[in-house]
């Protein structure tokens, strides 16, 4: 069994903001985003790169460190064979000094043979030792799975990934899991959510992108639905803390999105997120990826401007998130740059 020295997946503290900056990105042209401050205190970032061919890491000593941390390459696909292609939607985590990163790929021949893999290395820190390949996370049907994360709850680890449904009825429905080692879940796995919904079903029938954030006395699960382009948007399910989490009755849905695109601010196609923390622990913070414009570049998958965006996550007096949808990003993404006006060729790092 997995032990469980840390609660949740992709946590991170965030520097008091010194400005309110209005998208601007925290790391251009990165997508699925996952930070994660590790037992160091160090925060540490991955995320989708648009050539699909890498997994890159960042470490800063702040969140808004990540803006200009050196991209540090630390795994390359394969030249043949599995793990070959459409590098997707890294996930980083510490569990018992070990690091974690949960990835999907394809095959060289076959690109759309998505399937989940873990990358692990037991240096303190993951900027250096060696990341070694654990291979496949094995679930109980081999067929289009992606977006896993990992989070621990009453003392016990669990997994929550994106899967096709064995009816194929679906491009992938989210699934639950327990995680019995960083390859293996138990033999109970549960549909937890289906794209059946109007704003699920646009482009694509989409379940995918889950987080989790535990809080109030609930175990909250954010996930991404619809083709990647304007259409794109969260979701939200909710199940009592104390409830079998394995027992698809205990959970529950909202029947519309609770974070879409919003045209006056500038907000295109948000979604596939991660939570962080303040610094000082008072508040929470959401990590997503957006366009600021309508019209892509190409095909969702060949427009490569999904960038990285924070904000932070109020709370209702019910006790569910408030992702501020008709509100801009209120935390600094970047360090405060200072621009000598007496030369004409300095330009601010800071990019509306």
């Not at 790391?27 to 994660?36: H, L």
């Not at 030249?79 to 690091?99: C, N, R, Y």
């Not at 390859?183 to 989409?206: A, C, F, N, Q, R």
């Not at 991660?274 to 959401?286: I, P």
């Amino acid at each position: 069994m997995l032990s469980l020295s840390l609660a949740n997946s992709c946590q991170a503290t965030l520097a008091t903001p010194q400005a309110s900056l209005v998208n601007v990105p925290l790391v251009e042209q990165r997508a699925d985003p996952c930070v994660y401050r590790g037992a160091d205190g160090h925060y540490y970032f991955v995320g989708t790169i648009p050539e699909f061919d890498r997994i890159e890491l960042r470490s800063a000593a702040t969140l808004a460190g990540l803006h200009t941390a050196p991209a540090n390459i630390i795994w390359r696909k394969h030249d043949v064979g599995i793990m070959g292609s459409h590098i997707w939607a890294p996930e980083i985590l510490q569990i018992d000094g070990v690091w974690y990163i949960y990835f999907a790929a394809g095959d060289v021949k076959d690109v759309w043979h998505i399937r989940m893999y873990v990358l692990a290395n037991k240096a303190s820190d993951p900027l250096t030792g060696n990341w070694e390949e654990l291979g496949q996370v094995n679930t109980a049907r081999d067929s289009f799975s992606l977006d896993a994360t990992s989070f621990a709850h009453h003392g016990q680890r669990y997994f929550v990934w994106a899967q096709k449904d064995a009816e194929n009825r679906y491009n992938s429905a989210l699934y639950l899991a327990k995680l019995v080692s960083p390859t293996k879940v138990g033999e109970v796995e549960t549909m937890i959510s289906k794209p059946d919904l109007d704003w699920e079903v646009l482009g694509y029938k989409v379940n995918e992108g889950p987080a989790v954030i535990v809080r109030n006395n609930k175990v909250f699960i954010t996930y991404s639905a619809s083709a990647t382009d304007h259409r794109y948007a969260m979701g939200l399910l909710w199940a009592d803390a104390d409830a079998d989490l394995l027992d698809a009755k205990s959970w529950h849905k909202s029947p519309q999105p609770v974070f879409y695109t919003n045209e006056k601010l500038g907000r295109y196609g948000p979604g596939h997120n991660s939570f962080t923390v303040s610094e000082d622990g008072q508040s929470d913070v959401l990590v997503y990826h957006a366009r600021d414009y309508f019209g892509l570049h190409g095909s969702p998958l060949t427009d490569p401007n999904r960038h990285t965006y924070i904000r932070t996550l109020k709370w209702t007096k019910e006790g569910f998130p408030d992702f501020g949808q008709d509100e801009a990003n209120d935390l600094p993404a970047a360090p405060k740059v200072v621009v000598d006006a007496r030369k004409s060729k300095n330009k601010s790092r800071l990019k509306k």
